[in-house]
């Protein structure tokens, strides 16, 4: 796998991340006794490279959980603690914080209810319109894509991609299911 010109296959998580990698999990680890605020400080100030006044991250930290309708007492809560909908916003804050180059959600609106969907999916607008970077969205579902814009769609089966399209394919799934590329 080549990231920004460099091969990245047996790079740990640790050097993916400081070159701007985001990965989103599907069912993300709980991590008792790490804060999620301290947990994203701590990435932000690796990621920067330099110490990052605690009133500063705060400010930076209330206004991306307000974004998110996020209880500003779940900045204190140990990370990935909570339902799926919290773990979920939990990870798009991670993302709006640290602003990754390559942003890559598996499943994000695997087990949310609509209104979680669309939070979520504010989210990722956000990102994509503070960032230049580029994200990649792993889903089962069209609901997330709904709300946003989409450059880009690739239906795969078994391993293979077997239809390119962009907004017009997801519009085409919505209606038509699956099955019609399959019958193809």
Same mark, same amino acid.
């Given at each position: 796998?080549?990231?920004?010109?460099?091969?990245?296959?047996?790079?740990?998580?640790?050097?993916?991340?400081?070159?701007?990698?985001?990965?989103?999990?599907?069912?993300?680890?709980?991590?008792?006794?790490?804060?999620?605020?301290?947990?994203?400080?701590?990435?932000?100030?690796?990621?920067?490279?330099?110490?990052?006044?605690?009133?500063?991250?705060?400010?930076?930290?209330?206004?991306?959980?307000?974004? /998110?309708?996020?209880? %500003?007492?779940? +900045?204190?809560?140990?990370?990935?603690? *909570?339902?799926?909908?919290?773990?979920?916003? @939990? $990870?798009?804050?991670?993302?709006?914080?640290?602003?990754?180059?390559?942003?890559?959600?598996?499943?994000?609106?695997?087990?949310?209810?609509?209104?979680?969907?669309?939070?979520?999916?504010?989210?990722?607008?956000?990102?994509?319109?503070?960032?230049?970077?580029?994200?990649?969205?792993?889903?089962?579902?069209?609901?997330? /894509?709904?709300?946003? %814009?989409?450059? +880009?769609?690739?239906?795969?089966?078994? *391993?293979?991609?077997?239809?390119?399209?962009? @907004? $017009?394919?997801?519009?085409?799934?919505?209606?038509?299911?699956?099955?019609?590329?399959?019958?193809?």
């Amino acid at each position: 796998i080549w990231f920004q010109g460099k091969k990245i296959n047996e790079e740990p998580v640790d050097k993916r991340a400081k070159a701007g990698m985001f990965l989103s999990f599907q069912s993300p680890l709980e991590v008792p006794g790490l804060s999620l605020s301290s947990f994203i400080r701590s990435a932000l100030e690796q990621r920067r490279g330099e110490r990052i006044r605690l009133w500063d991250f705060r400010k930076e930290l209330a206004k991306a959980m307000e974004l /998110l309708q996020m209880d %500003p007492s779940y +900045a204190d809560r140990d990370l990935n603690v *909570g339902f799926s909908g919290e773990k979920k916003k @939990a $990870e798009i804050l991670q993302m709006l914080m640290l602003k990754p180059n390559l942003a890559i959600l598996d499943e994000t609106d695997s087990g949310l209810d609509v209104d979680a969907v669309r939070t979520v999916s504010k989210g990722v607008e956000e990102y994509q319109k503070d960032r230049d970077g580029s994200l990649l969205i792993i889903t089962h579902s069209t609901r997330i /894509l709904e709300s946003l %814009p989409v450059d +880009a769609a690739h239906v795969m089966e078994n *391993g293979v991609i077997v239809k390119n399209g962009g @907004a $017009e394919l997801v519009d085409e799934i919505n209606e038509n299911g699956f099955g019609i590329i399959k019958a193809e």
